[in-house]
C-alpha cells in the first residue's frame, strides 16, 4: 500500500486555511491543537496526512477539516456562478469561508451555466479533476431539458449522427443520446464539455433551452434528497461511480 505523505501539522494547517503559521503556533500553545486526546503544543511535528486525520485532530474543539483530497457534490441551485472571481453570487459561496484560502484551491470539476442547475462536482485534487474531464474518459454527462417549444421528431436522430456542427466550430459532436420525457422535455446524454453544449445543440435542433438541470455524471446520480444549495462530500466508492456507465435514470 502507498506511504500517506506527512506533513507538519502548522504546514497543513495553513494550506487549509486555519492561518498564518504564526496564528497556527500560538493556537498550540494556547492548547487550540489537540491531536489523539492531547494538546499538541509544538506545532511543527510532522505527522501522516491520512483521510482519518479530521477524528484524530481538533481544532479550536472542532475536528479538522477534511484533508487535502476532498470531492464535494453539489446541488447547484440556479443563479450561481462557475467561477472564483467574477461578480455576483459563485458556487464557493455555500462551502465554509476557510475553504477559500485552501492551497491546492477547490475548483469546479467542469462547469454548469449560472441559469443550469443539478449535479455539480467539486474538488481540489487535480488529477482527480483532470480524469473527470479528460475528452478520453467519455464519462457521460445527462441532463434534462425544458424546451420553448415542442420536439419535432427529428431531434434524436441529428444529436446521434456524430455529424453536428455547433455554430461556430468546426469539429462534428460525438454522438448524443436523446429520449423525450413530454413534448417539450427530453433527457440528453452527452460525453463532451463543450461550451454551453445542451443549449447549443437544441439551438442548432432550431429550438430553445428554458431550464436545464444535469442529473448525473457517468453511474453517479444526484441524490434525491439534496435540496439545491446543499452539498455532501464523497466516499471513494461515490467518486469510481463517475467513471462507471450510468444506468437506468
Ligand atoms: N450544456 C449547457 O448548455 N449548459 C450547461 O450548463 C451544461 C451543459
Known amino acids: 500500500m502507498k506511504k500517506a505523505p506527512t506533513s507538519r501539522v502548522d504546514k497543513l494547517l495553513g494550506s487549509m486555511g486555519y492561518g498564518s503559521r504564526s496564528e497556527i503556533a500560538r493556537l498550540g500553545k494556547v492548547g487550540?491543537?489537540?491531536?489523539?486526546?492531547?494538546?499538541?503544543?509544538?506545532?511543527?511535528?510532522?505527522?501522516?496526512?491520512?483521510?482519518?486525520?479530521?477524528?484524530?485532530?481538533e481544532i479550536d474543539g472542532?475536528?479538522?477539516?477534511?484533508?487535502?483530497g476532498l470531492v464535494i457534490l453539489l446541488n447547484k441551485p440556479l443563479g450561481m456562478t462557475c467561477s472564483h472571481k467574477?461578480?455576483?453570487a459563485l458556487v464557493y459561496d455555500v462551502l465554509p469561508d476557510r475553504w477559500r484560502r485552501r492551497d491546492p484551491a477547490i475548483s469546479t470539476v467542469g462547469r454548469l451555466d449560472k441559469q443550469t442547475t443539478g449535479l455539480l462536482l467539486l474538488t481540489d485534487d487535480g488529477d482527480l479533476l483532470h480524469r473527470i474531464i479528460s475528452p478520453k474518459r467519455h464519462v457521460a454527462k445527462v441532463y434534462r431539458a425544458t424546451l420553448a417549444r415542442p420536439l419535432e421528431g427529428h431531434e434524436a436522430t441529428l444529436f446521434a449522427s456524430g455529424a453536428l456542427v455547433l455554430e461556430g466550430e468546426e469539429k462534428p459532436l460525438a454522438p448524443a443520446v436523446l429520449e423525450p420525457i413530454s413534448p417539450t422535455e427530453a433527457r440528453l446524454t452527452v460525453t463532451e464539455g463543450r461550451y454551453h453544449q445542451v443549449r447549443r445543440m437544441f439551438a442548432a435542433a432550431g429550438n430553445h433551452v428554458d431550464a436545464?438541470?444535469?442529473?448525473?455524471?457517468?453511474?453517479?446520480?444526484?441524490?434525491e434528497d439534496l435540496p439545491p444549495g446543499q452539498w455532501r462530500l464523497m466516499t471513494p466508492d461515490q467518486i469510481a461511480a463517475v467513471f462507471a456507465e450510468p444506468s437506468a435514470p
Open 86 to 88: 467574477e461578480d455576483g
Open 212 to 223: 436545464l438541470h444535469r442529473e448525473r455524471m457517468g453511474g453517479l446520480a444526484l441524490p
Open 32 to 57: 487550540g491543537v489537540v491531536l489523539d486526546g492531547a494538546d499538541l503544543t509544538d506545532v511543527s511535528k510532522r505527522i501522516p496526512v491520512t483521510p482519518d486525520l479530521p477524528s484524530r485532530l
Open 62 to 68: 472542532e475536528p479538522l477539516d477534511p484533508v487535502p
